[in-house]
């Protein structure tokens, strides 16, 4: 009888070392699983930062040369705009001596329209 219990543990603690064996093996894969998970985890965040990184760069180059085509057409217009007053400046004076020459000739000026001119004496 105590060599039947005696079997009968030996059978209880080998099945329950088999069940221990199987635990372990089942949590050393899902150990490994997780771990496989990780590392792709890590190397995606890897790959994405990286995508951000150069994002990044992009939007900064972007930003430059933004900021660049902005100042040229500025200066574009600057330089239209300066010309403008230069043309306007040279039409002032043309008109000054025009001026100045009908009151050399005693004359005032009286222009209705642009194609018919008086001559009004002083």
């Not at 069940?19 to 590392?39: C, D, G, H, N, P």
């Not at 930003?63 to 230069?86: A, N, P, Y």
Request: hydrophobic share 35%; aromatic share 4%; proline share 1%.
């Amino acid at each position: 009888m105590a060599e039947k219990i005696e079997n009968e543990n030996k059978e209880i603690i080998e099945l329950i070392d088999q069940f221990v064996v199987r635990q372990r093996k089942e949590i050393k894969s899902q150990v490994v699983s997780r771990q496989t998970q990780l590392a792709t985890l890590e190397q995606q965040l890897l790959l994405a930062r990286r995508e951000l990184e150069i994002e990044q760069q992009k939007l900064s180059r972007a930003k430059i040369d933004f900021k660049r085509k902005i100042e040229q057409h500025q200066s574009g217009v600057d330089e239209v705009v300066r010309s403008m007053l230069v043309e306007a400046d040279q039409a002032i004076k043309e008109c000054q001596k025009v001026d100045s020459s009908f009151e050399k000739h005693g004359w005032r000026k009286y222009t209705p329209s642009f194609q018919s001119a008086h001559r009004i004496r002083k």
